[in-house]
């Protein structure tokens, strides 16, 4: 059965502003002269990006998560697939995790089999089931003949879809999606959506972020609005959104 | 965006826990990391015609180069071609440790970002990268051996010398990785620097008894990693002094690397 757990968890970034920042000579000058020269390390500045956030999302639970932009969804979610390790607070995950995040992790370079291919590897498949996720993704994803042609040529739209077929392929327990499905027409969300549904029936989890109210109706049925990096309401979908658009035209944004 | 702060959040006890296990983990993960290792070299010639063939003839170019000018660096060596043919590979394999460790991480950018696998994997990766390119310089090291009858019994002390290189290769990706990604100047300083050591380290130039003893020589790591995978190559025993001090650089390259990767793993990925 799969279970994501959040315990007040935080993560805090630099913010990385000048060059003598990133300089490990910069940095040893800084420390031999006591921070006189070198322009000091200890000048960066951290931000919390989420503050404090516990959640328990168990089996069959169909997660949306909303918020302004720089709001901390993005970084929640990458929190969430262990990507990045909360600076405080405790992360534990029962089942496998498949993602969809910003960046899509290709190689731009390589026809989008053979990036389905190498996603596959990564994820540690090989022989029969490494066919059969990728069988899976090329009928899934409908991008036909445009899968021997190199990633970048590809559009957003279609980035998008290559992931989120790959991402499904393999099975996950857990699927975390970032806004960049959006980018996708509606009939693919109806059919993304149709496929995340199916993976919660088998006792599986799913977590998307986006700025959609038809894409965050369609994927979830627990709402999560988050706003400077902490939970301003967490319940079910249509009340979170009616409250975060409430907010929303209350600060004159729609 | 809330609250900012200047100081560098303390890391959590059981997060430092988290980044060790997460490298056996990675260890572990040899299917993964072998075949994206081989695909990193094949990768690096796709649009050739040659293919990774261009290691193997670019190696031999550069051996029979230094060979021309034998007098300037080993008058009196009878058997200077397969030590220039051992030689160069394996100070090739060390200097990629140390150059392509400090990139290691923030090559591997993307996927980071993109998926929850062990970010060990990538370190790894890159040893095994490095290994992969060697085999393809060993190629003609064994013409070249064949061709002078150099092939000894000595060559069974190599197995060890591997070992201990791949120890200190190890260590050198997991110290590294995160280093490079945190200071960006250490990846074309450690190029800079692998550049520097080529020269002064015995390389393509056989030292005598006098510069053996010298301090570039005694006092630099280089020379005994190379000399462990070097000297059996060529048909010679390893001194015991130099089997020990090339374990201990290994092994205590390995522990930094252990420290430094589980210190900074959680911040890393900010500062890819």
Known sequence: MASLELRNVRAAYPVIVSASQRSAFAAAASSMSFGRL????????????VNGVSLHLRHGQRLGLMGRNG?????????????????????????????????????????????????????????????????????????????????????????????????????????LIDEGIGAGDNKFIDKAVRRAKQICSHSGISVVASHSDHILRGFSDIGLWIDAGEVKSIGPIDDVIAAYTKFLQSIGEI | MT???????????HTLQNSLHEILRALMSWRIWGIAAMDDIAGRYRRTILGPLWITLGQAGFIAGLYLLREKFAASNPHY??????????????????????????????????????????????????????????????????FEGTIHVALVGVAPGLLITMVFGVGAALLLGPLGARFRDLGPASAMGAGLMFVLTPVFWVPGRQQIESPLVMYNPFYYLL???????????????????????ALATLTAGLIVYVRMRPQVVYWL
């Open chain 2, 81 to 146: 071609l397969t030590y220039l043919a051992a030689s160069l590979p394996t100070w090739g394999l060390l200097a990629s440790f140390v150059v392509d460790g400090s990139n290691s991480l923030v090559k591997a950018k993307g996927f980071i970002d993109a998926y929850p696998i062990p970010m060990a994997i990538h370190s790894v990766r890159s040893v095994a990268a490095s290994y992969v390119n060697y085999a393809h310089l060993l190629v003609v090291y064994v013409v070249v051996a064949a």
């Open chain 1, 71 to 175: 709001s901390g969804k993005s970084t929640l979610l990458r929190l969430m697939a262990g990507i990045i390790q909360p600076t405080a607070g405790e992360r534990h995950v029962v089942g496998s995790v498949g993602c969809v995040l910003g960046g899509f992790g290709l190689d731009s370079d390589r026809t989008g089999l053979q990036n389905m291919k190498l996603i596959a590897r990564l994820h540690g498949l090989n022989g029969p089931a490494l066919k059969g996720a990728v069988d899976d993704a090329v009928e899934f994803c409908e991008l036909g003949p445009y899968l021997e042609l190199p990633v970048r040529t590809y559009s957003s739209g279609m980035l998008g879809r290559l992931s989120y077929a790959m991402a499904t392929a393999n099975q996950a327990d857990i699927m």
């Open chain 2, 227 to 249: 000399e462990v995978v070097r000297a059996p190559l060529i048909g010679e025993a390893v001194a015991p002094l130099v089997w020990l001090i090339a374990s201990l650089i």
């Open chain 1, 38 to 49: 070198g322009g000091g390390s200890s000048t960066t500045q951290y931000v919390l990006a």
């Open chain 2, 3 to 13: 609250a900012h702060s200047t100081r560098a959040p303390a890391v959590a006890a």
